[in-house]
């Protein structure tokens, strides 16, 4: 049976985790990887997202990211990856992006390295690489700071914060996501 706690306390009102044994029973706003995203959207919703969601150069998945849904507790907006010949949509990939309007990036980073602390106290064998803050890939202006949560099953959690200009169009954002094994091998390869 799955044990629910609540990190939105213990996090600052940041996420909600069910206390798991896999990365499949970890959830973002209720959603988990490995099942079907006509779960939690319609058929119709995933589609159009799929019309403009292929942002990598392989086009194997595809991203399907939402805004304001009924659903969504306390992320900002959340994001899918799927296949793109899956006539299931299976989820691969769920992310939670946390904006902070006020373009706080310290205050990121202490919510950053709590969520860090309360996601290593379930995967105690899991190793954690710090990859420090870096350029971003697509805009070296934007700086961003990276933890990644390896599972020895080779599933991942991502935890990240972006620290953007004060003035681009965008704001500072921390992202968390669950990736399967799969993803983050056409990911990173």
């Not at 044994?21 to 490995?34: A, L, N, V, W």
Request: hydrophobic share 35%; charged share 30%.
């Amino acid at each position: 049976m799955k044990f629910i706690i609540s990190i939105l306390l213990l996090i600052l009102s940041l996420q909600s985790w069910t206390k798991a044994d896999d990365i499949s029973d970890f959830e973002i706003e209720g959603i988990s990887i490995g099942v079907s995203a006509l779960k939690y959207f319609s058929k119709t919703e995933l589609d159009e997202k799929k019309e403009k969601g292929f942002v990598y150069e392989k086009k194997d998945f595809y991203s399907a990211t939402f805004y304001s849904k009924n659903f969504f507790e306390v992320y900002d907006n959340v994001q899918l990856h799927l296949k793109k010949d899956d006539i299931n949509y299976i989820i691969y990939s769920v992310g939670g992006r946390k904006i902070y309007y006020d373009h706080d990036i310290e205050k990121c980073y202490s919510d950053m390295d709590e969520a860090l602390e309360s996601i290593k106290g379930y995967f105690k064998n899991a190793s954690i690489k710090d990859t420090g803050i870096k350029d971003y890939a697509f805009d070296d202006k934007v700086k961003v700071k990276s933890y990644y949560v390896q599972l020895i099953s080779g599933d991942e959690v991502a935890i990240e914060c972006y620290d953007y200009p004060k003035d681009y169009e965008f704001t500072d954002d921390l992202t968390i996501a669950i990736d399967s094994k799969e993803f983050v091998k056409w990911l990173h390869y």
